[in-house]
């Protein structure tokens, strides 16, 4: 027996939701205070009813965004491409550190409100690591990437570095500098 599925929302339902999270998504990456869900609700050119109806508080529509830009991690890991599995992997690595501008911010505000042990961040870490795995595999099997590794320790590095307090130029050239310590050199 299967169970009943969600009711589909209407067609203009969906479209003030997408104008929700698009208006969201850019207040939220813009430098400066943070934005209050009126400001959202402002720019998104709903009603606070209508955005309170699709994220009853705050919380859930970080969760949200931040679930998007998992989402989109996890669908790059499935569509790395490269010539070598090193390379594949590298890719990969390129786009999380990228993603990391935009979800920096939204799982430092995740972990703050609940005090560090977010279900939302453990549930995304797992899946991202899931999704990744294959990919660090094959470049250690073929010999490009050092066997001592584990991927949740690179994706925490990269995190890390990504924190720093640099320009983003700096940083990026960080993160080669750990990418190159990755791989395996000839002893």
Same mark, same amino acid.
Not at 32 to 35: I, K, Q, R, S
């Given at each position: &027996?299967?169970? $009943?599925s969600a009711p589909a929302r209407r067609a203009?339902?969906?479209?003030?939701r997408a104008k929700i999270l698009a208006a969201a998504r850019k207040a939220f990456a813009e430098p400066?205070?943070?934005?209050s869900m009126?400001?959202?609700?402002?720019?998104?050119?709903?009603? &606070?009813?209508?955005?309170?109806?699709?994220? $009853?508080n705050r919380q859930d529509l970080i969760a949200e965004l931040y679930h998007a830009v998992v989402d989109d991690i996890c669908h790059a890991a499935a569509a790395a491409e490269g010539d070598t599995p090193?390379? @594949?992997?590298?890719?990969?690595?390129?786009?999380?550190? @990228?993603?990391?501008?935009?979800?920096?911010?939204?799982?430092?505000?995740?972990?703050?409100? @609940?005090?560090?042990d977010s $279900? +939302?961040?453990?549930?995304?870490?797992?899946r991202v690591i899931a999704a990744g795995e294959p990919l660090l595999a094959a470049a250690q099997r073929s010999g490009e990437v050092r066997a001592d590794v584990s991927l949740g320790a690179v994706l925490d590095t990269v995190v890390a570095v990504a924190? &720093?307090?640099?320009?983003?130029? +700096?940083?990026?050239? &960080? +993160?080669? +500098?750990?990418?190159?310590g990755l791989r395996r050199t000839p002893a």
């Open positions: &027996m299967s169970s $009943p203009d339902a969906e479209r003030n400066g205070d943070l934005p009126a400001e959202i609700s402002r720019r998104a050119g709903v009603g &606070m009813a209508t955005l309170y109806r699709n994220f $009853p090193g390379e @594949a992997f590298f890719g990969w690595l390129r786009r999380f550190h @990228a993603a990391g501008a935009r979800k920096g911010p939204l799982a430092a505000l995740l972990s703050a409100e @609940a005090d560090g $279900p +939302v961040l453990n549930e995304s870490r797992s924190h &720093m307090r640099h320009d983003l130029a +700096v940083t990026d050239t &960080m +993160v080669q +500098v750990l990418f190159d």
